[in-house]
């Protein structure tokens, strides 16, 4: 059974620009979830997409978004980057929400 | 406001020992914990996870005990071995009450099994 995909693995842009990370989740997988890990602020939740649904959003700028699709693939946005934004995306796929959650490999955005 | 603490950001503990990591929380409403592996630049691999109708969950080498009237669950790994050296992280979710996938995470203890 394939794992959590996330895509790009990594990823180096400039201030001001716009990025899409995607994830496929786990074949069967309807929740997917959205973490930045920091040194300084460690795994922080972004947003939880149930059923094409945002069900959860973090303490994160308007300028992180996401969607989840029919096939529950999800993208996530980040719009006019900042440095602060450098950190390693983390995307989680679980069956629904009274089981585990299984993570992805990451995306290591760096911001120049 | 951290809700989540691991207050020992490492352990080291020699092979074939036990290995105990502790986790606290303050949120009465968190009623799933779940345990995590990590390694650099890589996402976290569940190892054990325990609902709050239960104080114990074992799985193999894996132990989490809960003790939901000090908010407080640890993770023992019996015996440890040279590949559990990794960082682990507490997480907890709010699921049976409506909170969905959202996990709030500890800050991570790192633990180093030495030969």
């Known amino acids: 059974k394939a794992g959590v995909t996330q895509t790009p693995r990594y990823l180096i842009k400039t201030r001001g620009q716009q990025v899409t990370l995607s994830c496929s989740p786990i074949?069967?997988?309807?929740?997917v979830s959205w973490y930045q890990q920091t040194p300084g602020q460690g795994l922080q939740f972004l947003f939880e997409?149930?059923?094409?649904?945002?069900?959860n959003k973090g303490n994160f700028p308007g300028r992180f978004s996401g969607r989840q699709f029919s096939n529950s693939r999800s993208e996530m946005n980040v719009s006019t980057l900042e440095l602060g934004d450098s950190a390693l995306y983390l995307c989680?796929?679980?069956?629904?929400?009274?089981?585990?959650?299984?993570f992805g490999q990451g995306t290591r955005l760096t911001v120049v | 406001d951290q809700q989540v603490k691991q207050n020992s950001p490492s352990l080291s503990v020699q092979e074939g020992r036990i290995s105990i990591l502790n986790c606290d929380y303050t949120?009465?409403?968190?009623?799933?914990f779940l345990w995590y592996k990590k390694y650099p630049a890589e996402g976290p691999t569940f190892l054990i996870s325990?609902?709050?109708?239960?104080d114990k969950n074992e799985d193999g080498r894996f132990t989490v005990f809960l003790n939901k009237s000090a908010k407080h669950l640890s993770l023992h790994i019996v015996p440890s071995q040279p590949g559990d050296s990794a960082v682990y992280f507490c997480?907890?979710?709010?699921?049976?009450?409506?909170?969905?996938?959202?996990?709030?995470f500890g800050t991570g203890t790192q633990l180093k099994v030495e030969l």
């Open positions: 989680a796929s679980s069956l629904d929400e009274n089981t585990e959650a299984f």
């Open positions: 074949s069967g997988h309807r929740s």
């Open positions: 997409y149930f059923s094409e649904t945002q069900r």
């Open positions: 949120n009465s409403m968190f009623d799933y």
């Open positions: 325990i609902s709050s109708i239960k």
């Open positions: 997480a907890a979710r709010k699921g049976l009450t409506g909170g969905g996938n959202k996990l709030t």
